[in-house]
């Protein structure tokens, strides 16, 4: 399969997110990433509903929303609502997952799971069956920006010899300080949708920095 890219809107201008959007547009992105946060599973707050579903009146692509909530379960359908294509959950912030994963795909939605960097793949053996993607975590959650944690390739590797197993068309998301530098290699340890906020929003030529990352090839 063909990597896909999703650009991560949290890096985008809010005071011109209409023009970012049609941009996303005109470019090779694949999917539009949408950081949810909640300012209690992470120490930040993004937006909610209203801003995405403004998002969604111009994305002619998927939304991937990225919940960063505490029990996400209270809002999914609302989510499904404002726009959602892909909905990822944080592996950390749900009790009953299987449950919380069922949910999302009776919603017509692809289920994803996210990992905090400390949180380790092997905990996903019996769930990793049931959901569409899982999206690990190269920093901690909360804010664009930071540096990239290079345990990140040994969990890749790990989640692909596991999927290979059990879900080989399960994709692998990758998501935080994911630039130039490190795509490639992303890409080849298993990688196949990477998010990147910094790298795009803040490159001079953003369509450009898109078409870079999905022009790479790991073969
Ligand atoms: C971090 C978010 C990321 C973030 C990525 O909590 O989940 O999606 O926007 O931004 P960069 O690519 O700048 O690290
Ligand atoms: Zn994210």
């Known amino acids: 399969m063909n990597h896909l890219i999703a650009p991560s809107i949290l890096s985008a201008d809010f005071a011109n997110l ?5 941009m996303l547009n005109n470019s090779e992105a694949d999917w ?4 949810v946060m909640d300012g209690l599973f992470v120490p930040n707050i993004s937006f909610g509903f209203p801003v995405m579903a403004a998002v969604k009146n111009y994305a002619l692509k998927p939304l991937d929303v990225h919940l960063m909530i505490v029990d996400p ?10 726009g959602a294509n ?5 592996y950390e912030a749900c009790t009953h997952l299987d449950r919380t994963v069922h949910k999302i795909k009776e919603l017509g939605c692809k289920a994803g799971v996210a990992l905090n960097p400390h949180t380790p793949v092997s905990l996903l053996e019996n769930v990793i069956e049931e959901i569409d993607m899982v999206l690990i975590m ?3 959650p909360g ?3 930071q540096k990239f944690i290079q345990n990140t390739y040994n969990k890749i590797q790990e989640l692909r010899a596991m999927a290979n197993e059990k879900n ?9 300080g994911v630039s130039s530098h490190n795509s490639l290699a992303l890409l080849k340890a ?3 949708v990477l998010v990147a906020g910094n790298a795009i929003f803040g490159a001079d030529d953003p369509v450009h920095a898109i078409s870079e990352m999905k022009k790479l090839s790991p073969d």
């Open 190 to 192: 298993g990688a196949n």
């Open 18 to 22: 209409k023009e970012d959007i049609l």
């Open 143 to 145: 804010f664009g920006g």
């Open 32 to 35: 539009i990433h949408v950081d």
């Open 73 to 82: 379960d209270r809002y999914l359908e609302a989510f499904k609502t404002a």
């Open 138 to 140: 190269s920093v901690n």
């Open 168 to 176: 080989p068309s399960l994709l692998i998301e990758v998501d935080g």
């Open 86 to 90: 892909v909905i990822t959950v944080h």
